[in-house]
């Protein structure tokens, strides 16, 4: 178990035996809140677990505390003290530090700490982006968050599905075709793109790739011959509706080679077009009419949404019978919930908070409530402090795969995750394109080669075993110099991944690997740290260096695997 686990444990039963004593009942399900010390002389741990009982208490925290120390049981300690008005701060022993860590592999080791949090079957559905134009770079940073949020999640022990919502059905799709219409329109005669179509050039392209590769038929085929009788009306119907599928299905090929190409994997790519060819949106409707929530409006038929948060009710089906957008994502997350999912997750981009309380609020009416919208907000490209303007036309990139053309992909990644999505990204190129150790990936990835380059020069296979439970249980880290920072830090890894798993601040593991990659450097640059030399002079204190830089690599590449970053052995 981790040690925070292991200290709330033990904090629960004392609290229940001090309680007994004062003839009070403890809350139920009371958890004491277990946090880091500022400062590890302090202690490992601290608690307010004393102001936390103050009210069923009835007492002083301080006496609280004391009343708690009494019937805490104290040999996983070397130290526990009350500080200031009521804090428990608590040192633990060196045994209880060897049984935390008894394990072959980091890997192992959060396995075996996966039932500490509550595990369920969620699904998250992110980047989503329309299969009419390439992503944008906001697609992109939802890409990386989603993807290694999900990764972080399966390592904490949830059962998480990742899921792409294709919206491949619509006026969307119908414009898509048009604007192939023209485009193929204008390779014969001058005419204007409607200002409702794709204005942009990359339709050309997929043209070019569709007329190559598909044999037009004889009914949208044009030569300069044909286009005098062209009855314009009745090709461009015609044409927009062979060009929309095939269309989205070059877009959206293009658009899955860009996310492998990001490392972001989806278990799915779910259609919206599915939904309406079983009936699946139509029928919706008639499920929240059932349930009351549906009223008639000039002939449509709207959603009672402003019960559930909404400005205003909104329209589901319109009064010519066509299902609006809206009803369609209700049908679509009900599918969610039909298959299963305790959980959903979403993933939007800036500017769709209007939208879920409408979402959320139809769930509620289906009878299900455990939905969660995450907005990934804008990000702003800067170059040498000044802002890009993003134009292809100017020979700046705007799309995600413009920008994974120009940056390391492992560079891209780290970067949109070190920021809350719910706040804008100031995404500076300067600093990405460094590669020296001012750019906090390479900075975590040179800690990882060194380790390796250390374990070259002594010939040890980092792969080996660690041996750290006979280390840390002989007291060796302690006896050479002060490095338990380092080590007491690495042991909050899987404590962090499971803090992740269930407040999806994701921000949090790239921030924990720099301190890491930090206080290593910090260690390695230390006084008499040459562990070569040692080995030689002192086998013991050797060995016991070198298991901790075993731990400190794997710690780190297996934190930079759950962000999708490589973690090489040489730079």
Known sequence: MTLRFLLRNLLAQAAKVAAKK????LPNGFVARVDYTPNIKLGHYATPVAMELAKVFKKSPRQIAESILDALDKSYFTKVEIAGAGFINLTFSTKTLSNAVSFPSVGKWLKNVQGEIESEKIIFEYVSANPTGPMNIVS???????????????????????EYYVNDFGNQVEMLGLSFAYRYLQKFVPVELPENCYQGEYIKDYLEKILTDEKTPDAILLTKERIDTLDKSAWFLEAGKYFAPLGVRA?????????????????????????????????????LKVKGKIKSEDGAQVFLSTEYGDDKDRVVVRSDG????????????????ERGFKRIVDIWGPDHHGYIARLAGALKALGFENFKVIIA?????????????????????????????KIPVDVCRYFFVVRSLGTHLDFDLT???????????????????????IAREVDFGL??????????????????????????????????VQDIARNYEIQRLPEYLYQTATLFTAFYHGKNNRIKDVLQSNPDEGFALLALCAFTAQVLETGLSFLGISAPKEM
């Open 251 to 287: 877009i959206l090929t293009d658009q899955q080679k860009d996310l492998k190409t990001f490392r972001a994997e989806f278990d799915q790519f779910f259609s919206e077009a599915s939904l309406h060819q079983k009936g699946a949106v139509l029928e919706i409707a008639e499920k």
């Open 431 to 453: 600093l990405a394109l460094d590669q020296s150790k001012k750019n906090p990936v390479y900075y975590i990835q040179y800690a990882h080669a060194r380790i390796h380059s």
């Open 377 to 405: 907000q804008q990000v702003n490209l800067l170059e040498n402090g000044e802002p890009v303007v993003m134009s292809k036309r100017l020979g700046k990139f705007q799309t995600m795969r413009d920008l994974i053309e």
């Open 140 to 162: 992109a940073r939802a890409a990386s968050v989603g993807d290694s949020l999900t990764r972080t999640l399966k390592a904490a022990g949830c059962d998480v599905w990742r």
């Open 463 to 496: 792969t080996k075993p660690l041996e750290l439970e006979r280390v840390i249980g002989a007291g060796r880290l302690y006896e050479f110099f002060e490095r338990e920072e380092l080590f007491l830090f690495l042991l909050r890894f899987p404590e962090v």
């Open 22 to 25: 004062l003839g009070v009942a």
């Open 322 to 337: 066509r299902p609006t957008y809206l009803l369609a994502d209700i049908a679509y997350h009900h599918n969610k919930v």
